[in-house]
C-alpha cells in the first residue's frame, strides 16, 4: 500500500538553527514525491518537488530510495518558515507515467522561535 | 489568471441532510482532485476526475460521489451527513492527469455538521 509518514507532529526549533523535516514512504514503484506548504490563513501551496532537484525559500529535499525517505532541510531556519509541513507521495503506478492522485502524510507543524 | 476557487465558504447542515460543495478549477486544468481535511488526519484522498470521469477514488463510503463538468468544474455531494464529516474539504486541480507539476489547491469549504 502507498503511504507517507511524517513521524514528528510538531518541530520547533531556534531562528539561525538547522531544520530536518521528515518524511519516509511506502511504494513499490518509482516514486514522484512532493513537498507541501500551509502558511497561517493561507492555502496549501506546492514548495518543491524531487524531480526538478530544487531549492526554494532555501529547502532542499533529497530522494533517497534506499531509506525510502524524502526530508526536507534548511540549513538556517527563519521565523518566517513556522507554517505547517506536508510531505506528498504521487501514486501513479496504476496510471503510467506521472499520473495519479497524491498521497499526503499528516504533517509537521513547524514552529521557528526568534 | 484565477486560481482555484471553492464554494461556498463555509456550509452548516443538519444531520443527514445532503450537502454540496463546487471547485473551478484553473482555467486549462482538466483534473480535479477532493480531499478531505479533518482535525488530526491530514488531507484523506476522496475523489479524482479527469476530463470528466471519476478516475480513482479514496477510502471513503459511497454517499461522498461527485462529478465533474465540460467546462471542467467539479461538485462533491455528501449524502445522509454524519457529525463527522465535519471538516475542511479542498479541492485541488492539475493540467491533465499529469501531476509531475503538482497541484494548485483552492481555500477550501469548511463543512459542519450539527
Known amino acids: 500500500a502507498q503511504r507517507v509518514t511524517q513521524p514528528e507532529k510538531l518541530l520547533s526549533v531556534f531562528k539561525g538553527a538547522p531544520v530536518e523535516l521528515k518524511c519516509n514512504y511506502s511504494y513499490s514503484g518509482s516514486p514522484e514525491l512532493f513537498w507541501y506548504v500551509q502558511y497561517s490563513r493561507q492555502r496549501l501551496q506546492l514548495l518543491l518537488r524531487h524531480i526538478s532537484r530544487e531549492s526554494i525559500k532555501g529547502f532542499t529535499a533529497d530522494l533517497n530510495k534506499g531509506e525510502t525517505s524524502f526530508h526536507l532541510k534548511k540549513p538556517f531556519a527563519q521565523e518566517e518558515d513556522s507554517a505547517m509541513y506536508y510531505c506528498?507521495?504521487?501514486?501513479?503506478?496504476?496510471?503510467?507515467?506521472?499520473?495519479?492522485?497524491?498521497?499526503f502524510g499528516k504533517g509537521t507543524k513547524l514552529s521557528v522561535k526568534p | 489568471e484565477a486560481g482555484v476557487t471553492q464554494s461556498p465558504t463555509h456550509l452548516i447542515k443538519t444531520r443527514g441532510q445532503q450537502a454540496t460543495l463546487r471547485c473551478s478549477p484553473i482555467?486549462?486544468?482538466?483534473?480535479v482532485y477532493w480531499y478531505q481535511q479533518a482535525l488530526g488526519l491530514g488531507l484523506q484522498f476522496l475523489l479524482w476526475?479527469?476530463?470528466?470521469?471519476?478516475?480513482n477514488r479514496g477510502n471513503f463510503p459511497p454517499r461522498f460521489s461527485g462529478r465533474q463538468f465540460p467546462n471542467y468544474s467539479s461538485e462533491l455531494n455528501v449524502n445522509a451527513l454524519e457529525l463527522e464529516d465535519s471538516a475542511l474539504y479542498l479541492c485541488?486541480?492539475?493540467?491533465?492527469?499529469?501531476?509531475?507539476?503538482?497541484?494548485?489547491f483552492g481555500s477550501g469549504t469548511r463543512l459542519t455538521v450539527v
Open positions: 482555467s486549462g486544468h482538466t483534473s
Open positions: 506528498a507521495l504521487s501514486g501513479s503506478r496504476n496510471y503510467g507515467g506521472s499520473q495519479g492522485n497524491l498521497i
Open positions: 476526475y479527469d476530463e470528466g470521469e471519476e478516475r
Open positions: 485541488a486541480s492539475s493540467r491533465g492527469a499529469r501531476i509531475v507539476d503538482g497541484y494548485t
